[in-house]
C-alpha cells in the first residue's frame, strides 16, 4: 500500500510543482493570493511522496494497536520542531510564509523519518491489543 500512495502522491505532487498556476486559479483569481498559494503548493509538494509513506507506517502502527508510538512520533515531529521552525524561519529568517511552508516540508520528512525507523526496529510487534 505504501508504494502505490508513494506512486500516486509523487505524480501528484510533480504535477503541482510545475503547474501550481493551474490548480490554484481553480480557487482564486486574486494575484497576491494565488503567489503565496503557488508557492505553498510548491514547497508542499517535494515531500508529498515521503508524506505518503509516513502515513502508511503511522497507520501501520495504530493498525497492530500500538497507538502511543504515532502519537509520540506526531507530537515530536509537528508540535516540538515544526511549530517552533516555522515561527522561526518565517519571523527571523526569511521573513516569509516561505518559511512556514519550508517548516512543514521539513516536519512531514522528519515524521516519516521517524517512522521508519520505530518500524524498522519492530518493537510495535510486541504490543498486546
Not at 22 to 27: A, G, R
Request: glycine letters at 8%; charged letters at 15%; proline letters at 3%.
Amino acid at each position: 500500500m505504501g508504494a502505490y500512495n508513494f506512486v500516486f502522491l509523487s505524480v501528484v505532487g510533480l504535477a503541482f510543482i510545475f503547474f501550481p498556476e493551474t490548480f490554484v486559479e481553480l480557487f482564486t483569481s486574486d494575484d497576491d493570493i494565488a503567489k503565496y498559494a503557488e508557492s505553498c503548493l510548491r514547497w508542499l509538494s517535494y515531500g508529498l511522496g515521503l508524506f505518503a509513506i509516513g502515513l502508511v507506517l503511522n497507520q501501520t502502527f495504530n493498525g497492530a494497536g500500538d497507538t502511543m508510538t504515532p502519537t509520540k512520533i506526531n507530537f515530536f515531529a509537528f508540535w516540538l520542531l515544526q511549530l517552533p521552525l516555522a515561527y522561526w524561519l518565517a519571523d527571523h529568517v526569511l521573513q516569509s510564509p516561505d518559511g512556514v511552508f519550508i517548516a512543514i516540508l521539513l516536519g512531514e520528512s522528519v515524521m516519516t523519518l521517524i517512522a521508519y525507523i520505530v518500524f524498522r526496529r519492530g518493537s510495535w510487534k510486541r504490543g498486546q491489543v
